[in-house]
């Protein structure tokens, strides 16, 4: 009996072990900042910037969480997060102006662009107390600035002599 009890207390054990094991992530990482054009059914054509930035700590399997901050061109940010499953991307953020506050949930499907660089299209939408409004986005990652490392060697120039007359 006492086997039994221990063979039994090691199964539950090593059982709760395995189901504590976080999954590594293994999606891919569209973090970056992103230049997107849109259009809105109230406000018509606009361009925000949009930085997503993965969340390493609760990113599992093939979900990527992320940070995602969109910013206006009147340097309004909005804070929200996304998820990613594969190349699909589910995101929200809380538009407040100070007195409300308003949600806006988009779902966007991504695209590489290169090797380095990926884009995506958004559909949103914006509820309100008129029945809200939608729109969509596309969003291109920025190119990665390339760091130009300076050399220690400064070069001296011949001396200059004016000429004499």
């Known amino acids: 009996m006492k086997k039994l009890s221990l063979v039994v207390l090691l199964s539950i054990g090593l059982n709760v072990s395995v189901a504590e094991a976080k999954e590594q992530f293994i999606g ?8 997107c054009k ?21 990113s599992h399997g093939s979900f990527g969480m992320y940070d995602f901050n969109t910013e206006t061109e009147n340097a309004l940010v909005y804070k929200g997060q996304a998820i990613a499953n594969g190349y699909k ?18 779902i ?17 939408y914006e509820p309100d107390e008129n029945g809200g409004d939608y729109g969509s ?25 004016p000429a004499q007359s």
């Not at 891919?28 to 230049?35: D, H, M, R, T, W």
């Not at 849109?38 to 700590?57: D, P």
């Not at 986005?137 to 002599?161: D, F, G, H, Q, R």
């Open 28 to 35: 891919s990482n569209f973090s970056g900042v992103y230049l």
């Open 38 to 58: 849109g259009t809105n059914n109230k406000v018509g054509e606009y361009e925000v910037t949009a930085t997503l930035k993965l969340n390493r700590i609760s």
């Open 89 to 106: 991307l589910a995101m929200t953020f809380n538009i407040t102006d100070g007195r409300n506050a308003e949600y806006s949930t988009g």
């Open 108 to 124: 966007a499907d991504i695209q590489r662009i290169s090797n380095t660089r990926w884009a995506y299209t958004n559909h949103y």
């Open 137 to 161: 986005e596309y969003c291109v990652m920025k190119k990665p600035t390339k760091m130009v490392k300076l050399s220690n060697k400064i070069k001296k120039l011949p001396a200059v002599v």
